[in-house]
């Protein structure tokens, strides 16, 4: 692969306040839940093996957020019909000033060439339907809409990005 100017730092209870500021920023709180909860399952969720998460930075700086999950790790996950090894993501960029310029699709784009190359065979992401910029930046980062499903927290457009085995099968 070649460099990027985007690099994923595992996320770190140091890290939470600047997770809190990003969530309760308009752009994020729109789509994401209320701060002291989002903080607190983040919290939780670096002790969990199946989960991984990260600071995305940007030729250094911290600008966003992304998880990646094991689909089938939970007994009875919404996504357990997906293909064996299938890994989920979420993201979001923080920063205000970042956001718009191309900076999502490019580092979902890079994170699931790093899964990928670690033979993932579909990374899975589940926008609102009503997130069009969110959606927009998905399908630029190689991912195609495949049914709307209705989740305990809303409905979702479950989207997914094939890699190159699982490509060959279709």
Same mark, same amino acid.
């Given at each position: 692969m070649a460099a990027s100017p985007y690099s994923f730092e595992p996320v770190?209870?140091? @890290?939470?306040?600047?997770? +809190?500021?990003w969530i309760a920023t308009?752009? %994020?709180a729109a789509w994401w839940g209320e701060v002291d909860s989002e903080v607190a399952g983040i919290r939780s969720d670096l002790a969990d093996p199946a989960m991984e998460? $990260? #600071? %995305?930075?940007?030729a250094g700086r911290p600008i966003g957020f992304l998880q990646s999950y094991v689909v089938h790790a939970? /007994?009875?996950h919404p996504y357990a019909d997906q293909p064996p090894g299938?890994?989920? #993501?979420?993201? $979001?960029?923080g920063e205000a000033d970042m %956001?718009?310029?191309?900076?999502?699709?490019? $580092? #979902?784009?890079?994170?699931?060439?790093?899964?990928?190359?670690? +033979? %993932? /065979?579909?990374i899975v992401t589940d926008p609102n339907p009503m997130n069009a910029r969110a959606i927009r930046a998905y399908e630029k980062a190689g991912?195609?809409?495949l049914e709307e499903r209705d989740m305990p927290f809303g409905r979702v457009l479950l989207m997914?990005? @094939?890699g190159a085995a699982q490509r060959g099968q279709q």
């Open positions: 770190t209870e140091a @890290d939470l306040g600047l997770l +809190g500021r308009p752009h %994020v998460a $990260f #600071i %995305v930075a940007h939970e /007994p009875g299938a890994r989920g #993501i979420d993201q $979001f960029i %956001v718009g310029l191309g900076h999502g699709t490019a $580092f #979902i784009r890079r994170f699931c060439e790093m899964l990928e190359s670690k +033979g %993932v /065979p579909r991912f195609r809409p997914a990005r @094939d």
